[in-house]
């Protein structure tokens, strides 16, 4: 992730909604400035699923997520309501995670494979490298990372309101994004390690591939 993209992200994401929560709050009441403090966000994250070109897995997951926040957004009753129906949409994304570690598909794996595609490389290929035995268990525990990030900010969500009510929204930007950029490192250090789980595993395979082939040369 370049400091562009770190920029952008903090501004959609935390910075015009923080603006528009706190100058919109008097003159539109609470839950039409906390549902427009919520637009920025999705905008930004359709114009990165567009410019990006991620008709893939990822993108479908990212898209089916954002439809799903939005309505949810706009049939909750008040602002409160709306804060706690997020809460509930965080555990729900991350039981979804958590299924498909226990019917061994894990989404990780897919989004590896989409990027993958990208790189160049053919999916098929890909999924059948990435589900080798000894590299699977590594899209599974990185996926476990994912169910924990959407259990630890639905829950940290939850505590901000009980104890600020609606009032803490604007305490909740700012520790909700510290805690998901936290989270990133931490997923993005897990790719970077998958990744170099599977470079050895290509080498490994490449210089067997290289013996069994002068074996055959030298018969």
């Known amino acids: 992730m370049n400091k562009k993209v770190i920029v952008l992200d903090i501004i959609c994401y935390a910075a015009i909604p923080y603006l528009i929560w706190t100058h919109?709050?008097?003159?539109?009441?609470?839950?039409?400035?906390?549902?427009?403090s919520t637009m920025p966000g999705i905008i930004y994250t359709?114009?990165?699923f567009i410019n990006e070109r991620q008709f893939n897995i990822?993108?479908?997951f990212i898209l089916g997520s954002l439809l799903i926040s939005t309505s949810v957004n706009l049939v909750s009753a008040s602002a409160e309501s709306m804060l706690w129906n997020q809460v509930y949409l965080g555990f729900g994304?991350?039981?979804i995670y958590f299924i498909?570690?226990?019917?061994?598909?894990?989404?990780v794996l897919y989004f590896a494979v989409d990027f993958a595609y990208l790189q160049g490389h053919k999916r098929e290929h890909s999924k059948a490298l990435f589900n080798v035995k000894s590299l699977f268990k590594w899209f599974q525990l990185l996926t476990i990372v994912f169910v924990l990030r959407g259990v630890f900010q639905s829950l940290f969500k939850a505590w901000?309101?009980?104890t600020h009510g609606v009032d803490g929204y604007s305490q909740m930007l700012i520790w909700?994004?510290?805690?998901?950029?936290?989270?990133?490192?931490?997923?993005?250090?897990?790719?970077l390690f998958v990744a170099v789980k599977i470079n050895h595993?290509?080498?490994?395979?490449?210089?067997?591939?290289?013996?069994?082939?002068?074996g055959k040369t030298s018969i």
């Open 24 to 36: 919109g709050r008097e003159p539109l009441g609470d839950y039409i400035a906390l549902l427009l």
């Open 58 to 60: 990822a993108g479908i």
């Open 160 to 162: 901000l309101l009980q």
């Open 201 to 214: 595993y290509l080498q490994g395979h490449n210089q067997k591939e290289d013996l069994e082939r002068q």
């Open 93 to 95: 994304f991350a039981l």
């Open 176 to 191: 909700l994004n510290f805690s998901g950029y936290v989270f990133t490192g931490v997923i993005f250090g897990g790719y």
């Open 46 to 48: 359709i114009y990165r």
């Open 100 to 107: 498909s570690i226990v019917i061994k598909k894990p989404l």
